[in-house]
């Protein structure tokens, strides 16, 4: 005798009705809008019966409802069948928990020979990430948890998107090494940057700062004359030897090994009152630490008595070289900017007289 009993109740938007008890004896049913579907819901609740004894009629109508779309969804194809598939194929490396794979990615990123200075960053910030998501499988932290994390952390914005961008790069490499399929930190929005103006030193100020450490710190010359009139980076100075200085060709050749994006990069077109600064000095005026250069850059402003200002020496290159100029262009390239020059003309344009532009591309060592 079927466990499972069919009825009809006139006068309700859904008459047809499957009726059954379960294995503790309470009544139960379900109802439908057509008799089509009642059968065919009844007599998979008895195909159930049949199969797994009255424990089977013990049934969440609402999930039992769902398996029955989905089942339509597939076609046709049992769900259990669609589920033994996905079991055999999915990917085993998809619950790979995300520990493992930023110790994966610093370990590819090492053996790529990238610069210690960036490990250094990649280190400290995908550190930080791990011990807040440790356990955690990759595939299982998406948007929202990446966007809340990102901007829940107590930086600038500046800050926030280079944290985006190390998270961008871990989440590819695992989509390369095929333990996801996607990259949830695409959607993520980028933290919104409002640059300050730059801050520079006036003409008489970059006089005294030089002439300063050409009396009281002829090494450190080297370097200074590289941040004012070539525009180097303080954290490139340190790497910067004597022999990629081309005094004959006039232009400074980075390796690949150390060049940003890992490109083999020359600067030419550097203005020539840089040569006479770098041509007394000895090879050993480049073998100064990044922590030392500062330092002792440090001494020589306060000897000067000139007020320390954030990368001021950088920021006087591209503002007198782009016044100087008047080629937006030419200044990106030995800046080595890619893409559009629009920074250039928004923050450096007309920040200096051009005749201080002409004056600070004169300045020359003293003569003795």
């Known amino acids: 005798m079927s466990k499972v009993t069919k009825e009809k109740r006139p006068g309700r938007k859904s008459p047809w009705g499957a009726v059954w008890k379960d294995s503790e004896g309470k009544r139960k ?27 089977a009629l013990d049934v969440d109508v609402a999930k039992w409802g769902r398996y029955r779309e989905l089942e339509e969804k597939l076609g046709g194809i049992p769900l259990e069948v669609a589920v033994d598939y996905y079991i055999k194929h999915q990917r085993p490396q998809a619950t790979r928990p995300i520990d493992e794979v930023v110790k994966a ?32 499988p990759i595939a299982l932290i998406g948007t929202p948890e990446l966007t809340k994390w990102i901007y829940a952390l107590p930086y600038v914005p500046e800050t926030k998107g280079n944290y985006r961008k190390r998270l961008h790069a871990l ?11 996607d990259n949830p930190v695409q959607a993520v929005p980028v933290p919104k940057i409002t640059r300050p103006e ?23 010359i ?20 004597f022999e990629e200085i081309h005094f004959e060709d006039k232009c400074i ?26 041509k007394p000095l000895k090879k050993s005026a480049f073998t100064i630490s990044k922590r030392d250069y500062y330092k002792r850059r440090e001494r020589v402003l306060l000897r000067a008595e000139i007020p320390a200002k954030r990368n001021a020496f950088r920021h006087c290159f591209a503002s007198y070289h782009v016044n100087w100029r008047g080629n937006a262009n030419q200044t990106a390239l030995i800046l080595t900017h890619e893409g559009s020059t629009k920074t250039l003309f928004k923050h450096y ?11 600070y591309f004169k ?5 003795e």
């Open 171 to 181: 989440w590819r490499f695992a989509m390369l090494q095929g333990w996801i399929s």
């Open 29 to 55: 049913s379900k109802f439908f809008r057509t008799q089509d579907k009642r059968d065919a819901y009844a007599k998979d609740l008895e195909e159930r019966l049949n199969k797994h004894g009255t424990t």
């Open 349 to 359: 344009h007309q920040a200096v007289k051009k005749k201080d532009a002409v004056q």
């Open 198 to 220: 730059p801050v520079i030193y006036n003409l008489e100020e970059v006089r005294q700062i030089l002439t300063k450490a050409w009396e009281t710190d002829r090494e450190l």
């Open 363 to 367: 300045l020359l060592p003293p003569k």
């Open 253 to 278: 050749v980075i390796p690949a090994k150390k060049a940003k994006g890992g490109r083999r990069t020359v600067i030419q077109h550097l203005p020539q009152n840089l040569w006479p600064w770098l």
């Open 105 to 136: 990615f610093i370990e590819d990123r090492e053996l790529a020979g990238v610069s210690e200075d960036y490990l250094r960053h990649v280190r400290k910030e995908l550190e930080r990430f791990r011990i807040a998501f440790s356990g955690q």
């Open 222 to 241: 080297g370097y200074l004359a590289l941040a004012f009139f070539a525009g180097m980076r303080g954290t490139n100075l340190e790497r910067v030897d």
